[in-house]
């Protein structure tokens, strides 16, 4: 049951495109489905992008990552009304909400198709036919939708072939104290004229940081 329209929050943060693709891909893992799949819709629907708009002729208005419709939105009254679009695209502009939303459909879709007794290639093409029009297969005349979807998945793959854990904050601190310790070490090194090595650690030191995302 939709709730009245309620005033408009506080503007979210802006997020990264690699803390999206991270997130897409913790909600894919926590709710059993693959990473390429949820992370395909996503770029089939916005190229994750966070702040997503499409509005034609109603219902053809949706927000956000995944491209939710206002009319089916879990937030707001269902209506086309300016109160309630602005209710629902303030929700679905915060990846929080618009990525497990996604990810939830499709799994669904996914896992009932599965059941089905389809292959996993076909039942990921058939759970994106799905969320995108209601039906397990796209239908006559919107051909240019699957090679959307075919683009998703290449892009996909492309990214999960690059893609790594993302450092915890607890891993992130142990390290910057070990580098610390390094740099303390390049420190001596310098007392001691061996600036050479003095060097080479304080570029390791500073390689490091990069690699991670530890300010210098």
């Not at 679009?85 to 939303?101: H, S």
Request: charged share 20%; hydrophobic share 40%; net charge neutral.
């Amino acid at each position: 049951v939709h709730g009245a329209p309620q005033p408009e929050a506080s503007p979210v943060r802006e997020w990264t495109r690699e803390e999206i693709i991270d997130r897409v891909i913790a909600y894919s893992d926590a709710a059993g489905v693959p990473r390429r799949l949820t992370l395909a819709c996503g770029i089939a629907e916005s190229n994750l992008r966070q702040f997503a708009t499409r509005e034609g002729v109603w219902p053809d208005v949706s927000y956000g990552i995944g491209q939710q419709i206002v009319l089916y939105a879990p937030v707001g009254n269902g209506k086309n009304t300016p109160e309630n679009r602005a209710v629902v695209k303030q929700w679905l502009y915060d990846p929080e909400n618009a990525i497990p939303l996604m990810v939830g459909k499709l799994a669904a879709n996914y896992d009932n198709r599965i059941k089905a007794g389809y292959s996993d290639a076909d039942a990921q093409m058939r759970a994106l036919a799905k969320y995108n029009s209601g039906q397990w297969t796209i239908p006559s005349g919107y051909s240019a939708n699957y090679d959307n979807y075919r683009r998703g998945f290449v892009q996909a793959d492309a990214i999960l072939a690059t893609w790594s854990e993302p450092v915890t904050p607890e891993a992130k601190a142990t390290i910057t104290t070990s580098l610390h310790k390094l740099w303390a070490l390049a420190s001596a090194f310098e007392q001691n004229a061996d600036q050479p090595n003095a060097d080479y650690i304080k570029a390791e030191v500073a390689r490091i940081k990069e690699a991670i995302g530890i300010q210098p």
